[in-house]
């Protein structure tokens, strides 16, 4: 079939090759660049085309449209079908095979007067892909003329967001060749359905958005791939033995099926959890299930079984609880017993979702593949990457790397992020997927300007460059003096982002907190090595404890002290506190119970250096109930066993405490103290029978265990 001739507008210019993004596999050494003539450009595609050849040339065009005029060049002839097609006949293509899923073949012959391009693909997306590489060779300086054979190492290469999107941004992620788009919806779980509209893209109802999905996927075909992500623990949790929660979440998987090719049920982050195992949401579920592991891959059989019955081509995947190997401590006894009993559970098929090592892996290697392999029963693994949640946040850059085989063993792979609801999140999912497609020749800045180009049409300017290097250095910056200073640099570029129509409100949301925090006044203390271990006694008696440094907590009518030393092993808190009034009762709680009817409770604030500036808080109460949490999900997966002695007297209290550093590694510190080494800290009492608040660093009363008020100790 022969299409109208478009419009190609060129000048006449000789050099500049073009680095198409995501890199092509294996291109062969430039041609040169010539014009060619707008009014001479043909297209001719097949007459059995696939479905996406008349959306890419109907790209091409749209992109032509944009390019600058020159009437004294070339003539083009494209020809664009399938490989094996009898439009190659007799051409350089005829014969040609292209086997691999997604490949697809470039070809330029330059006559003099003509240029004629074969384009080929292996299969819909191949064809597709060859215009999308061939787009970025059409460029205001000319077509460059490169021959080409490319294809992707991941097969299927989710990116994702928290709503669905639009016509138009499907069609984007087509031309990124970002072939796979995740709708994730995180919260009340119940509030999805068809006439439910989405808390982040409120304008339609779901059917709408999916009616969306529908007719993309019937004028591009296979162009995109949709996933619907369901986490059943957002909002009032799933109860598994209730009758009618499985059957809402199986009409909601149902409802989702027609318009998508996967689904995803998430057990993660908001899982019931206590005493370092997770548990069930009520007796109905402890009665009829072994533990939380079975229960979860019983309700995705259901889920599964609901599906494959209507809809046997929708994939089915799973997201357990204990999604990493080291983070979510899944050798442990109790997890070891969840992941296997999820693993005999599932269906064969079903693939388990983890996000390698830890929440956020830089690197996966093929030993740790095999450790959690082993723990689901050697289920086939699905990779959720966590970069987008790394260390240069919101400018997020692909730094990632895995094992050379895992593309082969998993095939696809979720690159979490959101989507398009940002500037510098569309960036990265093109930045990721560059990798995704050719790791071998990947490098994160070149990727990473280029993906820029590819987006805004014009080349990164340096003061993003330097922006994003800038949210790293305050990441990885622990003096309170230098990050303020790096922060009010990020700040000080607010005008350069806004003239170059660029995204920065997510930016000064990062930078800001980070300059006000230190730009707070806060006091500064020291921390002895103590020559001999305290004992813990509770009496104040023990010398150890006058090698301790004191701390005096706020000014107030009961005075309160705190004594502070370390040892290679642990961290030493003897806390003396003068009250008036006695509690009426002794009141036992469980372990983690809130304490916000304590009547005096002291609260241990800690921020030892780490990485993504996570703190832990430690309180105690007058009763010896003991309430602990940290920073990120699952903010109750912080149980650190410390030692701790309780006495009352008649006018205060002693409470004396051990915190080993390795309860708080993995979790809030990295390593343990030396001399030199800075933490911040806070030491708060809430005597709410005497109605007094006290800190050592100043703070606002309803802010007192806000880390951005913590003082600074340094070890000695």
């Given at each position: 079939m022969k299409l109208p001739a478009f419009l190609l507008l060129f000048p006449v210019f000789t050099c500049l090759a073009v680095e198409p993004i995501p890199q092509v596999r294996a291109p062969e050494a430039s041609l040169g660049v010539v014009a060619v003539n707008p009014a001479r450009f043909e297209t001719v595609t097949s007459a059995r085309p696939l479905p996406s050849s008349l959306p890419a040339v109907e790209m091409l065009k749209k992109h032509l449209q944009t390019l600058p005029p020159d009437d004294g060049g070339k003539k083009v002839k494209l020809y664009l079908a399938q490989a094996g097609d009898a439009l190659f006949a007799d051409t350089p293509l005829a014969g040609v095979k292209l086997e691999r899923p997604q490949e697809y073949l470039l070809r330029f012959e330059d006559s003099g007067e003509e240029v004629k391009i074969y384009a080929a693909g292996a299969d819909n997306r191949g064809l597709f892909y060859a215009a999308a590489t061939l787009k970025q060779l059409l460029s205001k300086e000319g077509l460059e003329l490169r021959n080409l054979r490319d294809y992707p190492e991941w097969t299927l290469r989710y990116t994702g967001g928290y709503n669905p999107i639009s016509t138009a941004q499907m069609e984007q992620l087509a031309q990124f060749k970002i072939n796979g788009f995740g709708i994730q919806h995180r919260y009340d779980w119940r509030k999805f359905g068809p006439d439910e509209r989405p808390l982040y893209a409120p304008k339609q109802t779901y059917r709408e958005w999916f009616e969306e999905i529908r007719a993309f996927r019937e004028r591009h075909g296979d162009l995109v791939d949709f996933m619907m992500m369901q986490n059943v623990y957002c909002g009032k949790r799933l109860d598994a033995a209730n009758p009618e929660d499985m059957k809402l979440l199986i009409r909601q998987c149902l409802f989702a099926a027609p318009y998508v090719e996967e689904i995803m049920i998430q057990f993660d982050d908001f899982t019931p959890f206590n005493n370092d195992r997770f548990v069930f949401v009520s007796e109905g579920e402890k009665a009829k299930f072994k533990n939380p592991g079975e229960m979860h891959g019983w309700i995705?059989?259901?889920?599964?079984?609901?599906?494959?019955?209507?809809?046997?081509k929708v994939a089915v995947s799973v997201c357990p609880a204990p999604y990493s190997l080291h983070n979510h401590n899944a050798q442990s006894p109790p997890n070891r017993e969840y992941l296997a009993s999820l693993g005999r559970e599932l269906p064969e098929d079903v693939p388990v979702v983890w996000t390698g090592p830890a929440v956020e892996s830089a690197k996966v290697t093929r030993e740790e593949y095999r450790q959690y392999q082993e723990l689901v029963g050697g289920h086939r693994l699905y990779l959720w990457d966590n970069t987008s949640n790394m260390?240069?946040?919101?400018?997020e850059i692909w730094e990632t790397t895995f094992f050379p085989e895992m593309s082969r063993l998993d095939g696809r792979i979720?690159?979490?992020?959101?989507?398009?609801?940002?500037?510098?999140?569309r960036l990265f999912a093109v930045n990721a997927n560059d990798y995704l497609w050719n790791?071998?020749?990947y490098n994160a800045e070149r990727s990473y300007a280029a993906g820029f180009r590819q987006i805004t049409g014009r080349e990164i300017p340096d003061f993003v460059?330097?922006?994003?290097?800038?949210i790293v250095a305050v990441k990885n910056t622990w003096d309170r003096a230098a990050r303020g200073k790096i922060a009010e640099r990020i700040l000080n570029r607010k005008e350069e982002f806004r003239s170059g129509n660029l995204e920065f409100q997510?930016?000064?949301?990062?930078?800001?907190?980070v300059f006000d925090e230190c730009s707070v006044e806060f006091k500064k203390g020291t921390v002895p090595r103590l020559a001999a271990i305290p004992k813990l006694d509770a009496s104040g008696s023990d010398p150890a404890w006058e090698k301790a440094e004191v701390y005096r907590l706020g000014t107030t009518n009961y005075p309160t002290t705190v004594r502070l030393g370390y040892t290679q092993e642990s961290l030493f808190i003897q806390f003396r506190g003068q009250?008036?009034?006695?509690?009426?009762?002794s009141k036992t709680l469980e372990r983690d119970d809130k304490l916000d009817a304590s009547g005096d409770v002291f609260t241990i604030c800690l921020q030892p250096p780490l990485r993504n500036q996570r703190a832990g808080w430690i309180a105690i109460d007058r009763d010896g109930n003991l309430f602990d949490y940290k920073e990120w999900q699952p903010s109750e997966n912080f149980n650190p066993a410390i030692r701790k002695t309780i006495q009352v007297f008649p006018e205060y209290w002693i409470l004396e405490v051990e915190i080993p550093f390795k309860e708080l590694a993995g979790h809030i510190m990295h390593d343990p103290p030396k001399s030199g080494s800075k933490w911040n800290l806070n030491f708060v009492r809430n005597n709410r029978l005497d109605g007094e608040i006290a800190t050592w660093s100043p703070a606002p009363e309803k802010e007192v265990i806000n880390k951005k008020y913590f003082g600074?100790?340094?070890f000695q």
């Open positions: 995705t059989r259901q889920v599964y079984e609901a599906v494959k019955k209507e809809f046997p260390k240069s946040t919101p400018m979720y690159v979490n992020g959101h989507g398009f609801s940002f500037f510098w999140s790791p071998q020749n460059t330097q922006t994003r290097r800038d997510r930016i000064e949301r990062t930078a800001k907190p009250y008036g009034k006695a509690a009426a009762a600074t100790v340094t």
